[in-house]
C-alpha cells in the first residue's frame, strides 16, 4: 500500500544552518504530496505542496522538489531561525475514499527539528 | 470565530470510562476527520465522515465511536477508555475534492 517515510529526528541545527529533511514515498499512481508543520502545542498546518512530477513547493523559505524518478520530496531551507523549531510530516494523497472526490492522506512519523540560537 | 475547535484540550481519565472528545468546525467542510498522533507512528487516522450521517473506518477504529448528526460537529466518543487510548487526537476538515487537511489544537487524552 502507499506509504511514506522520513528520516528519524530530532534534527539539531544551529540558526542560519542548512536544512534538509528526508522523504520519499511509495505510491500506485501519481499522488500529489505535502509537507506539513507543527508547532508546539498546535495543530497540524500546511506548509507546501506538490501536484505533479517536478512541480516545486515553496513557502516561508522552505522549498520541496517532487521527484518521480527517485520518489522523493525532501524538505530543504537555505537558512533555519529559531522560530522554525516544530515537528515535520510528509504526507501523500492515496486512494479515494469510498464514494468520494476527497483522497485519503497519508502521513510520515514527523521529524523533529530543533533550532538553536 | 471561524475555524475549528476541539473540546476539551486536555482531559485525564481513568480505565473503563467513556470519554467524549468533541469537533467543531464552521466552515461547512463535507469531510471531517479524526486522527491520533503517537511517537514512532506519526497520525493515523481513526474514522472520517464524508457529509452528515455518513461515516467510516480507517486504520485504527477499535474501541472508538463517532457520530455526524450535524454538517459542523463530529464528536469522538471512547466508550471505555483503554491505557493504549492515551494519545494525542486531532481533528481535521476539509472540502470534498480538496486534498488539504485543516487541523484543530488537538487534545490530550491520558487514561490512568
Known amino acids: 500500500g502507499d506509504s511514506v517515510t522520513q528520516m528519524e529526528g530530532p534534527v539539531t541545527l544551529s540558526e542560519e544552518a542548512f536544512l534538509t529533511i528526508n522523504c520519499t514515498y511509495t505510491a500506485t499512481g501519481y499522488p500529489s504530496l505535502f509537507w506539513y508543520v507543527q508547532y508546539p502545542g498546535e495543530g497540524l498546518q500546511l506548509l507546501l505542496k506538490a501536484t505533479k512530477a517536478d512541480d516545486k513547493g515553496s513557502n516561508k523559505g522552505f522549498e520541496a522538489t517532487y521527484r518521480k524518478e527517485t520518489t522523493s520530496f525532501h524538505l530543504e531551507k537555505g537558512s533555519v531561525q529559531v522560530s522554525d523549531s516544530a515537528v515535520y510530516f510528509c504526507a501523500l494523497s492515496g486512494a479515494r475514499f469510498r464514494g468520494g472526490a476527497t483522497n485519503k492522506l497519508i502521513f510520515g512519523t514527523g521529524t523533529l527539528l530543533a533550532v538553536q540560537p | 470565530d471561524a475555524g475549528i475547535t476541539q473540546s476539551p484540550r486536555y482531559k485525564i481519565t481513568e480505565t473503563g470510562r467513556q470519554v467524549t472528545l468533541m469537533c467543531h468546525q464552521t466552515w461547512s467542510h463535507s469531510y471531517m476527520f479524526w486522527y491520533r498522533q503517537d511517537l514512532g507512528h506519526g497520525l493515523r487516522l481513526i474514522y472520517y465522515s464524508a457529509a452528515a450521517d455518513i461515516t467510516d473506518k480507517g486504520e485504527v477504529p477499535d474501541g472508538y465511536v463517532v457520530s455526524r448528526s450535524k454538517t459542523e460537529n463530529f464528536p469522538l466518543t471512547l466508550e471505555s477508555a483503554t491505557r493504549s487510548q492515551t494519545s494525542v487526537y486531532f481533528c481535521?476538515?476539509?472540502?470534498?475534492?480538496?486534498?488539504?487537511?485543516?487541523f484543530g489544537a488537538g487534545s490530550r487524552l491520558t487514561v490512568l
Open positions: 481535521a476538515s476539509t472540502f470534498s475534492g480538496a486534498n488539504v487537511l485543516t
